[in-house]
Structure formats: C-alpha cells, structure tokens
C-alpha cells in the first residue's frame, strides 16, 4: 500500500502527533511493508485557495502553481492518506487548512444530495478509493469539549472512508519522564495499525483505548501546571 503522511505540525519531526503517528504506521508494516511518503506542510510551499473555481470547470486543474500540484499527485497517487496534526485552537492548524482547501481541484462543480439531504461535490479524479485517516493530538488533559469542531470538519470533508484517532495529553509523547506510560500506548497505537491495515478500520473498543488519556486528567494538569514533579 502507498501511504500518505501530511505532517501539520510545525515541529516536523519532533511533533507529539507525529510520534503517534509514526507509532500507528509502524504496525500497518508490520502486516506487510507499505510506501510511506512524509510531508511536513510547513516546508512546502502552499499558497492560499483565492477561491476562482477555476479548478472545477477546467477539469481540475488550479491555477496557483506551487508545491500543491506535486502533493494532490501523491493525494491521488495514495491507498490511505493519514492528516497527523495538533489541535490548534479546537481546529487544525493554519497551514494545513490552505492545504486541505488546495484539494479543491479534485471534485467538479457538480454537487450532488445524499440521501441525508446533504450536498457534496462529485470528484473529477479517480479518488473515490482512497482512505482518509485522522490522527489529531492536543495539549489538554481529556477530549471533551476540545475536539468536536475538528472532528465534525473531517467527518463532513470526508463522509466515507475514514477514520479518526483524538488522543488528549499528547506532549507526554515527548517527555522522557513519562516513558512509563506512553510506552505501553505506542505498543497499543502499533496494534491500532495492524487493526486497521487488515480491518481497513478500528473497531470501537480499539478507538476508546487509543483515544483515553493516559494518566487520570488531575494529574496531568497539575504536572503541566508545575505543582507536581
Ligand atoms: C497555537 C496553539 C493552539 C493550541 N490549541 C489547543 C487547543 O485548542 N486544545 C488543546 O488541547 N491543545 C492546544 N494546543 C496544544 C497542542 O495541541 C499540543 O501542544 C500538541 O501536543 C502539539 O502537538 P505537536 O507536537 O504534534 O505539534 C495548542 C498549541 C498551540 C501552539
């Protein structure tokens, strides 16, 4: 399988999130060895949509030329394209918004009504069958009333094929005192991969593990607070 990483993090390598991900696309190899490509938004050069719809009656081409036409290649080019980026305030960060609004070119003006009445624009590429996955990671201890407006923009920018990994506490990833338990969720984020190259999806109990924070939320919040060494 060909593998799509969009790195949003402005911290390329060393992004929490993308120790996660890393984690997670370790075990989709374990199965069988994939092509994995990696591409850290902040070193491309993305200009902003300037929202002509040119895109959609020429037949998907865009009339900016940057780096977006080498990356909606690989985009097409992909079996699962993984979005791995922190929460930047209850959303994705800016750069990877111009990006995901830069994917324009694929789908034509003509929109079309699901049976739930909701209208989508059909894709002008052979794109119907690649996989969308979301790996979001953030800095508060627990999920609730933090990832609801990320969360519902993938599921409505990709209405089939996806799937979406939350994981709260997530600079634990890249402290060295937390080895302790952030150790045990890599092995369970690789397990997570496996799943899902075999599965093509996680199951619900797969997604609450990966998903849980992993110390109680008082004492991660007393640790970032400095109350607690
Ligand atoms: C500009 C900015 C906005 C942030 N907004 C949120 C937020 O809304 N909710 C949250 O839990 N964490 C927020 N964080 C914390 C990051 O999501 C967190 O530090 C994350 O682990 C960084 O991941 P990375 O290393 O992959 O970039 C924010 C951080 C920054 C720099």
Same mark, same amino acid.
């Given at each position: 399988?060909? $593998?799509?990483?969009?790195?949003?993090?402005?911290? &390329?390598?060393?992004? @929490?999130? +993308?120790?996660?991900?890393?984690?997670?696309? #370790?075990?989709? /190899?374990?199965?069988?060895?994939? %092509? =994995?490509?990696?591409?850290?938004?902040? #070193?491309? #050069?993305?200009?902003?949509? $300037?929202?002509?719809?040119?895109?959609?009656?020429?037949?998907?081409?865009?009339?900016?030329? @940057? @780096? !977006?036409?080498?990356?909606?290649?690989?985009?097409?080019?992909? @079996? =699962?394209?993984?979005?791995?980026?922190?929460?930047?305030?209850?959303?994705?960060?800016? *750069? +990877?918004?111009? +990006?995901? #609004?830069?994917? !324009?070119?694929?789908?034509?003006? &003509? !929109?079309?009504?699901?049976?739930?009445?909701?209208?989508?624009? &059909?894709?002008?590429?052979?794109?119907?069958?690649?996989?969308?996955? !979301?790996?979001?990671?953030?800095?508060?201890?627990?999920?609730?009333?933090?990832?609801?407006?990320?969360? &519902?923009?993938?599921? +409505?920018?990709?209405?089939?094929?996806?799937?979406?990994?939350?994981?709260?506490?997530?600079?634990?990833?890249?402290?060295?005192?937390?080895? *302790?338990?952030?150790?045990?969720?890599? %092995? *369970?984020?690789?397990?997570?991969?496996?799943?899902?190259?075999?599965?093509?999806?996680?199951?619900?109990?797969?997604?609450?593990? $990966?998903?849980?924070?992993?110390?109680?939320?008082?004492?991660?919040?007393?640790?970032? /607070?400095? %109350?607690?060494?």
């Amino acid at each position: 399988m060909k $593998i799509l990483i969009l790195n949003g993090s402005p911290k &390329r390598e060393k992004s @929490d999130t +993308l120790r996660i991900t890393r984690a997670f696309v #370790d075990g989709m /190899n374990a199965a069988a060895e994939n %092509e =994995v490509k990696t591409v850290h938004v902040i #070193d491309r #050069d993305i200009r902003y949509c $300037i929202g002509c719809f040119a895109c959609k009656k020429n037949g998907g081409r865009c009339v900016i030329e @940057d @780096d !977006m036409q080498e990356i909606l290649a690989d985009i097409l080019n992909s @079996d =699962v394209v993984i979005y791995s980026f922190p929460l930047y305030s209850y959303a994705m960060p800016a *750069q +990877l918004k111009a +990006l995901v #609004d830069r994917t !324009m070119p694929l789908s034509s003006w &003509r !929109m079309v009504r699901n049976e739930e009445g909701k209208y989508g624009h &059909r894709y002008q590429y052979d794109a119907a069958g690649i996989r969308y996955v !979301m790996i979001c990671g953030c800095g508060y201890p627990n999920s609730r009333h933090n990832f609801e407006g990320v969360v &519902r923009q993938f599921e +409505l920018k990709y209405p089939e094929n996806r799937t979406i990994v939350t994981v709260p506490e997530s600079p634990m990833f890249n402290i060295p005192q937390a080895a *302790q338990f952030v150790a045990p969720r890599l %092995e *369970q984020l690789r397990a997570a991969g496996a799943e899902y190259a075999s599965a093509g999806t996680l199951s619900e109990e797969m997604l609450k593990t $990966i998903c849980s924070p992993m110390i109680p939320e008082e004492i991660y919040a007393q640790f970032a /607070n400095g %109350e607690r060494r």
